[in-house]
């Protein structure tokens, strides 16, 4: 495909050319790659990414409430109540209310999530939020302000997409 000669930049790499569409491209396998993962997790295991997500993060931090893990995964407290519901319909978490409040609920693995987890693949989380969870703070800084001033370019933006989960993790 031809590319104008304004568009053509050199990157820090000899040789590279950086195009919009270069860069697009690479949206593209990021997506495609975190969107094939996510599918192989769930035949491999059944559930869907974001849920063996959800079960890595209670593994790790046992007795997490629905707003702690909704944070920790950066979804709306609603998406990860309805997450858990699932979880808990399938035996894979169960709730615990304390009993100095009653109110305030706690996630815990069953006997059948530790095994899911156990033998599902990795990464647990998707290899997106995996990858970044790896960079370190410099890196990611400049990947936020870079991604930042790309947002900015986009008509209509709805910042309320960065608390859902990707489509394809559902």
Known sequence: MPQSNTALKKSGEKGVQVTPLSVLQRFRVLIRTAQRHSQWIERQSGV????LWALQELAEAPGLRVG?????????QSTASNMVDRLETSKLLRKERTSADQRVVRLYLTTDGEALLGR???PARGVLPEALR???EEALLR???ELDVLLRQIKDLDEGFGMQPLPFTE
């Open 48 to 51: 869907t990414g974001a849920q």
């Open 68 to 76: 702690e893990l909704a944070n920790r995964m950066a979804l709306h």
């Open 120 to 122: 599902a693949p990795s």
């Open 134 to 136: 790896l960079l370190d």
């Open 143 to 145: 990947l936020q302000r």
